[in-house]
């Protein structure tokens, strides 16, 4: 009988990383895309500016006479900068899958859902810092929000679940477009809720069969919980529809995208 040994030549196999060291390494890669990619950030942070000053400069005093409407447009602008932000994910995900460096992901020792991740808190650093930067502006031409420290804590907060909310519904987009095109493309109709919101106007001052589609979308108390907190207003009528909105999106595009990066990147 004769007895088989394994050979000393075959190379060990790697031990599986643990912990977060993953998603940190892929947050770093993410970031580092970001910073070689400035146009894409530029245009995510002058894009929101340019609107906020041509809403509050050439058409504030048509909407509201008395100059107040720049208390009443900064948060909506602050979430149309979310969404131009966010919107880069989509293509960045699409970008790693027709390029084929999620093969080699795949071959690594690292949990899947990992790639995606470091898109995602990527992405929620850069529009943090994008939404910062608008604010700023938004100080400069006469934004004067009354909140205290409480306030302005909750409405950071409402803000950076959005912006995560839907970072992972555009990394989900991303998986399942075919190329960056299709990702930017289908991402685009998603920026345009807030023009069917609270935003920029109030929704009874809408035609009648469209203040229903603007009143119900999740956009709408989202926007009215940041205003709300922002300018010392009670918010107990939107908060928890706010917070809902967010958790299920959420909610939904992780499974959708975890999914799909199973199903895209498994057969490649």
């Known amino acids: 009988m004769t007895t088989v040994t394994a050979s000393p030549n075959l190379p060990a196999l790697r031990p599986r990383v643990t912990g977060l060291t993953a998603e940190g390494v892929f947050v770093g890669r993410s970031l580092l895309h970001s910073l070689r990619d400035g146009e894409s950030l530029l245009m995510a942070i002058l894009l929101p500016v340019m609107l906020m000053l041509m809403f509050t400069w050439v058409f504030g005093g048509a909407i509201d006479p008395t100059g107040d409407y720049v208390n009443y447009v900064v948060p909506g602008v602050i979430l149309t900068c979310a969404?131009?932000?966010?919107?880069?994910?989509?293509?960045?995900?699409?970008?790693?899958?027709?390029?084929?460096?999620?093969?080699?992901?795949?071959?690594?020792?690292?949990?899947?859902?990992?790639?995606?991740?470091?898109?995602?808190?990527?992405?929620?650093?850069?529009?943090?810092?994008?939404?910062?930067?608008?604010?700023?502006v938004a100080l400069l031409v006469g934004f004067r929000p009354t909140a205290g420290l409480w306030g302005w804590l909750g409405a950071v907060a409402v803000i950076a679940l959005w912006i995560l909310a839907i970072t992972y519904l555009f990394a989900a987009i991303g998986l399942a477009?075919?190329?960056?095109?299709?990702?930017?493309?289908?991402?685009?109709?998603?920026?345009?809720?807030?023009?069917?919101?609270?935003?920029?106007?109030?929704?009874?001052?809408?035609?009648?069969?469209?203040?229903?589609?603007?009143?119900?979308?999740?956009?709408?108390?989202?926007?009215?919980?940041?205003?709300?907190?922002?300018?010392?207003?009670?918010?107990?009528?939107?908060?928890?529809w706010?917070?809902?909105?967010?958790?299920?999106?959420?909610?939904?595009?992780?499974?959708?995208?975890a999914w799909l990066f199973r199903r895209k990147a498994g057969r490649r």
């Open 177 to 240: 477009s075919g190329s960056p095109e299709g990702a930017n493309g289908y991402g685009f109709i998603i920026l345009f809720l807030p023009y069917l919101s609270s935003a920029y106007v109030p929704v009874d001052t809408m035609p009648e069969w469209l203040q229903g589609v603007a009143e119900y979308q999740p956009v709408t108390p989202i926007i009215e919980t940041i205003r709300g907190l922002l300018m010392g207003a009670p918010v107990d009528d939107t908060v928890g």
């Open 83 to 136: 969404g131009f932000g966010a919107a880069s994910t989509a293509v960045y995900v699409a970008g790693d899958m027709k390029a084929g460096i999620i093969d080699r992901f795949r071959t690594m020792p690292v949990r899947a859902s990992a790639v995606l991740t470091g898109h995602v808190v990527a992405s929620l650093l850069r529009n943090l810092f994008a939404t910062a930067i608008v604010i700023g």
């Open 242 to 257: 706010a917070i809902a909105w967010c958790l299920g999106i959420l909610v939904v595009s992780f499974v959708w995208g």
